[in-house]
């Protein structure tokens, strides 16, 4: 590996040895950190020192094995030299900048002659360009060696599994069920970087009609955990981007099943209000709750609270809901005590959609 010999490198201690001094500290508190969460999965990208002594870029994922007890025994993985990815995106993040700044002057010199949203209109083509090559090097350089590792532990698994002993299955389990995390958690990053690029469309949407038909398809699940769902909608109709509605909604109502499902039994309340200039939704349930002391850090990117072993997900959820509701000019927020419940409030401007002009 890297022109290393097998026992140079074939410990911890002698991987370790060849991190870049200034990314080393930041790695090891980053593995700690998943270990003392007790969480399965952990990446980075840092400089790893070959052995003509010259630095690789690397992305490095590692899958940790914990024990009966829950403490962490090893840690399995690969590393990936991504030294021409990074050089490549740090070219292509030179043109975009050196095009945004072309645009830029151009845009300064014919001020006179074209209009500030012309000019916004073109820094935004931009950006979107940008965010594409993003896209395709996310979904084409990571999930392309993801479907060749779990294509590899699906077929261990259905060729081999009667010569495997316990301790190998239970290894081939945990690789299957993070490399699944992990193509979940890729879809996420994805579906949050092109919100970006999308322009709401203004359309007058039911609202009881699109919660009943959430609840309809969650009918199922309601019935398995004895979940009361109660909806009380003041405001039946507001006009908005029902897409981004819908991805509002949805997230918010799975959540409240997902973190009430041990309560006795689970109870859902869904309730509009029509306010002067805005129409509010709230979602509650009798879950877990949290504290509010980590109200700001929910609502950000790949952000839990709790461990995934006990709540599946990848804590990009609320998130996306955030990012839509700001693109529709609306505000989310939240107020929960841990073992209370949570209450999660939604505020849509009526009027023009945001972004539509409608």
């Known amino acids: 590996m890297f022109n290393y010999a097998a026992e140079e490198v074939g410990t911890d201690s002698g991987r370790r040895e060849h991190v870049h001094r200034e990314d080393l500290e930041r790695v090891v508190s980053d593995i700690r950190a998943v270990m003392d969460r007790g969480e399965q999965f952990w990446a980075d990208e840092y400089r790893f020192r070959r052995a ?21 025994i090893r840690m399995i993985g690969a590393m990936n030299d991504i030294s021409e990815r990074k050089r490549a995106l740090e070219i292509l993040e030179q043109r975009v900048a050196s095009r945004t700044a072309e645009l830029e002057s151009r845009n300064r010199e014919r001020e006179y002659e074209i209009s500030p949203r012309k000019r916004v209109e073109e820094l935004l083509r931009a950006r979107n360009e940008e965010l594409k090559a993003f896209a395709y090097t996310v979904s084409h350089d990571l999930k392309a060696p993801l479907r060749g590792i779990a294509g590899y532990a699906q077929e261990l698994d259905r060729r081999h599994r009667a010569g495997l002993g316990e301790r190998a299955l239970f290894c081939l389990k945990q690789i299957l069920t993070a ?13 949050y970087s092109r ?33 009361e769902v109660a909806v009380s909608l003041s405001s039946t109709s507001v006009r908005t981007w029902e897409r981004g509605l819908l991805q509002v909604l949805t997230n918010l109502i799975d959540n409240a099943l997902k973190y009430s499902r041990d309560a006795k039994p689970p109870r859902i309340h869904i309730t509009s209000q029509e306010l002067s200039d805005a129409v509010r939704i709230v979602i509650s349930d009798n879950g ?13 990117l790949f952000n839990r609270l709790v461990r995934q072993e006990d709540f599946e997900g990848t804590g990009a959820g609320l998130a996306i809901v955030k990012k839509v509701v700001e693109k529709l000019r609306g505000r989310i927020w939240a107020e929960s005590k841990p073992g209370s419940g949570a209450k999660f409030f939604v505020e849509l401007p009526k009027g023009r959609t945001a972004g539509t002009g409608k």
């Open 179 to 191: 490399t699944h995390n992990l193509d979940r958690l890729i879809e996420d990053l994805l579906h």
């Open 52 to 72: 003509d002594g010259s630095y690789a870029d690397i992305f490095d994922r590692g899958f940790v094995i914990y024990d009966g007890t829950g403490k962490p």
């Open 195 to 227: 919100l970006d690029a999308e322009t709401p469309t203004g359309a007058e949407v039911n609202l009881a009609h699109m919660v009943e038909a959430i609840l309809r398809d969650r009918k199922p699940l309601i019935l398995e955990q004895g979940a």
């Open 288 to 300: 877990i709750g949290f504290d509010m002391k980590y109200h700001d850090r929910i609502f950000g």
